[in-house]
């Protein structure tokens, strides 16, 4: 293999990852479907946790969103990939002049969190007006709202944005896009817009770079992150006995 080919896509448990820069990405999520951002802790769970793992397989593709996933393939697989967090996706998209935003839907958890994402999103000249939705807690085993499905099929949304925490966001973006008859593309975000809007601390741009993310949000919040952080241990073992397939340009 020439050494000057680049890693495109990686096939970790049936998970499409791409390896690829902002406009790489942009332009395969917008043809459409699924993008998941899983981070550490979340594919240290997809031995276990089912619903998640499928919601994952099923999406059209994932992005590197997680520095220590990124070097652990390198360390243990020998595979170079780079990071691209969905923080920093969002931030690109948001502020993407050649995406037309008139028809972005937001799906947030709380009212609280629609207003203040809102106000935001109007700040740097993205009016969503009414398109957004302040999502129920969803029984994880049995995602159904048809509430939102009757909504979306009316507003037909070019872009969705779903706001709500990890593990819940990826089946219910699989949910929606089987209940939809028009194209749209779905991103899971959690809580990446919060650390634009100021409600969690806020992530420079550098750290995101440099793969100290985790620790920032570690930092503000040790209660949450540090236990959720040391747990993502268990993906070592994960990567040892995966049988990646790789994709060269």
Known sequence: MNKLNKITEIDFYGIRFLNGDYEEIKNEFKKGGLMVVPSAPGLKTIKKDKIYFNALKKSKFAILDSGYFCLLLRLIKK???KKFSGLKFLRCFLFDKTINKNKLFLINPSKEDSYINKIYL???????????YNAPIYNINNIKDNNLIKILKKKKPNYIIINVGGGIQE???????????????IFCTGAAI?????????????????????????LNNPKNFIK???????????IVNSKPKIKWS
Request: aromatic share 18%.
């Open 194 to 218: 919060a650390f634009l809007t100021g409600k969690q601390a806020n992530i420079p741009e550098f750290f995101d770079y440099i793969y100290l993310g985790w620790f920032l949000r570690s």
């Open 171 to 185: 089946p219910l973006g699989q949910y929606i896009i089987t209940k939809l008859n028009f194209k749209t593309s």
């Open 79 to 81: 595979i170079n990939v």
């Open 228 to 238: 959720r952080y040391l747990g993502s241990f268990s993906l070592i073992s994960l």
């Open 122 to 132: 109007k700040s740097i000249g993205i009016n969503i007006k009414d398109n957004y």
